[in-house]
């Protein structure tokens, strides 16, 4: 892929492919990786997705797919991209959500630790460094799922349910010879945050980074430039912290 990655909702040209990756970061052995590549129909297929073992292993995965991918790309990647100086850490974004899903949904960032602030902001200066234009849309693939499917987002119960239902938007054959019981939460979540920034491109959703009109917060601080936070624009209530 060229740095002239820039995407928008007309991601398509002509007969072209699109690839989208997914970041879940985790600790120790628990980080999630996905690839996926859409065709101008709008059919999505699993490239590959994995667990590996930290966040240098993630990002060596990451760039060398990335670095293959056609020109157009995307990922979306569960971390803060925008940071805030107001006192609890809320953007635009928590003050959006916690009015649709109620105020125990939605986390003050500043309770925020780990893994998700380290790995994932890490891994993304890295790649924008390397792609300056890079499309890069936040996500949170729990909560996400939870809006869009109407069901309890809980792996550890429902993750047969969860992965059943995102394999029905994502082609995931030649991935399955173990069944569902092969995938695990880091894979699925990298693989919905992958789905979620080609689902958001191609249907429009909402930009919550581009929501400052909706509520008074503190200065908003973008360590690897400007990204996006697509979220469908119908909001439902559902059990997943955002």
């Known amino acids: 892929m060229t740095a002239s990655g820039r995407m928008d909702s007309n991601v398509h040209k002509e007969n072209d492919m699109v690839m989208y990756f997914g970041y879940e970061p985790g600790t120790d052995g628990t980080h999630g990786v996905a690839a996926l590549q ?51 850490g809320d953007r635009p974004a928590e003050c959006f959500l916690r009015a649709r899903l109620g105020a125990e949904e ?46 309890e987002a809980d792996f550890d119960l429902l993750g047969i349910d969860m ?36 689902e958001g491109l191609r249907a429009g959703w909402r930009d919550l980074h581009d929501a400052q009109h909706l509520a008074r917060v503190g200065t908003i601080l973008r360590p690897a430039g400007t990204t996006k936070y697509l979220w469908p624009h119908e909001t439902k209530n559902g059990s997943g912290r955002a």
Request: aromatic share 10%; net charge negative.
């Open 163 to 198: 992965c059943r239902w995102l394999s029905r938007r994502v082609d995931v054959d030649g991935l399955m010879a173990e069944g569902y019981l092969a995938w695990d939460g880091p894979k699925w979540g990298a693989l919905m945050s992958a789905w979620a920034c080609a």
């Open 106 to 151: 939605v986390v003050e960032p500043h309770w925020l630790v780990g893994a998700m602030l380290l790995n994932g902001m890490g891994v993304l200066i890295r790649l924008r460094e390397q792609w300056s234009d890079l499309f890069v849309t936040e996500t949170r693939p729990w909560p996400l799922y939870a809006t869009v499917s109407h069901e």
């Open 38 to 88: 859409e065709d101008p129909s709008g059919h999505r297929r699993c490239l590959a997705m994995a667990t590996l073992q930290s966040g240098e292993d993630a990002l060596r995965w990451l760039i060398d797919r990335i670095d293959r991918a056609p020109e157009r790309a995307g990922i979306g990647i569960s971390t803060p991209t925008e940071w805030s100086l107001a006192p609890t």
